[in-house]
């Protein structure tokens, strides 16, 4: 029992401390691929650290929403790693507390919060991006809702645990259309959700182009550095969602000891190197959608879904 | 209904299911290569279904089937219309339709469903375990196709449309009727060559005349009738 709790929090503190290792992977091989030597891989480390010990300037315009969002930003991405399966393939102390609907909701939570605190200084780019990450947010609420559906139905249960169990069981079932179209479809939901491109360039300054950045453009200090590192929890839950849950869900601890504990940190971060080949490769060859194409990609990935679930429903 | 699933069958599935994609990918491309190349991976998967299919209860027929369509539609057919029609008209970026993509996607959507539920009671009579995935899909990619061919305005979209219904209706009867005479395969085949170069040497003629070959121009009578 206590052992069960323990694992929950190092889940939780192996997914904080390498959620910034994953970002500077990740630009590092961008710029490796455009022929560039790109910053060092613990760049956002650094950068971390340099925000909490810098001075917080907030506007007298502002209001509790603004101050009170960072936390949230922060806190949500974590409550929803307490859910999911990172590194244990047996349930973990909090596993029944919210299912994966749940963990949506929560998450969108947080998106709600950033999106509102961008519209509370005055600033003019704010409510444009704030405007622009809600069209993608709710274009991509029935995308997640059908991904949900979909995999519940196939695995009888909505638990994160419990569908990874049952939905690689023969190894057969990998080839099987529904899964193969509902992994498509939760990666074009990833692109979307954690700012990518070709929905959004997230390496982008300039805040005419900005749709997700945006949520970020007033803070500083500390409240700065929160923001940006729970931008990359979300992305890290996201990926290990993807991963534990629809792909790969092998390689995770069995046994209740520390010692499979142990083993099972460098294969899932294994998985999420090669994940992030898979990112930089996709990245790397495609553009920026124009604004109003994004409805276009997002439709489409609402169909590869739905079409999982036909695929599902009427064929079994 | 419930047959015991082999690798074979999961991977016919597979290959009914990634059919279904590029049909949907026909329907939400913007660009005249785009429309050509989905309908390549089409005919691709629809040969390597046949492929499949042609391989556990072995019938040299169905891989004969396979082989056919493999060289026609994803070689023959973009090399013939490279040839009969003008280069101007693939370097078009956007195609004009009568609807916008994510319209026409939830259209498809819908017309998927429609095919799955008319095929349920057809399905219900007995059919093997293959004809569950392609019956549906091909009728999906038959009514598909003929939403293609209503929406698109342009010419060679057009035309891929009808090809696509063709392949539909291809998909559907290697797994009901896969006993058809190896002639009637053939006759069919060259069939669908003729009928590409007939419309691509239209659609030369078209260009060549009026300078686009954008169909909704063409219902006026006057040639000020370019827009």
Redesign the interface.
Known sequence: MTARIAFNFVQVAVVMVFAPLLAGIVSRLKEIVQSKHGPSIIQPYRDIWKLFHKDQVISEESSWIFRFTPYLVFITPIFVTLLIPVLTSYPLFFAFMGDMLGGGFVLALGGFFATLAAVDTGNPYGPMGASRTRLVGFLAEPVFMIVFFTVSFVAGSTIPYIVQQRWVNPISNFFEPTHVLIMLAFFMLILAEGGRIPVDNPSGHFELAMIDESKGLEYSGPAAALMKWGGQIKLFVLISIFLNVLVTPWGLARTITVHDLAVAIPLVLAKVFVFALVLVAVESSLAKLRLFRISEFLGAAFVISVAAMIAWVFVV | MTQPTT?LT??N??A??FF??ST?GMV?TRQVQGCLRFFVLQSVFLASSAFLLGLHPLSWHLIAVAIINLVNKPILIPWLLRRTVSEEVYTRREITQVLN??IS??I??GL??GS?YLA?PLLQVGAGLPA??NL?VGIAALLLGAYILTVRREAVPQLLGLLAMENGAFFASIAIAPELHLFVELVVAFDVLIAVFVIGVLTRAIHEHIGTTDVGSLTALKEESLR
Do not use: E
Request: proline residues 8%; neutral net charge.
């Open positions: 690798l999961q991977l599935a597979l009914g299911s279904l994609l949907f939400a993509i994510p996607l939830l498809a959507l998927t469903i799955y349920a569950l995935v549906p």
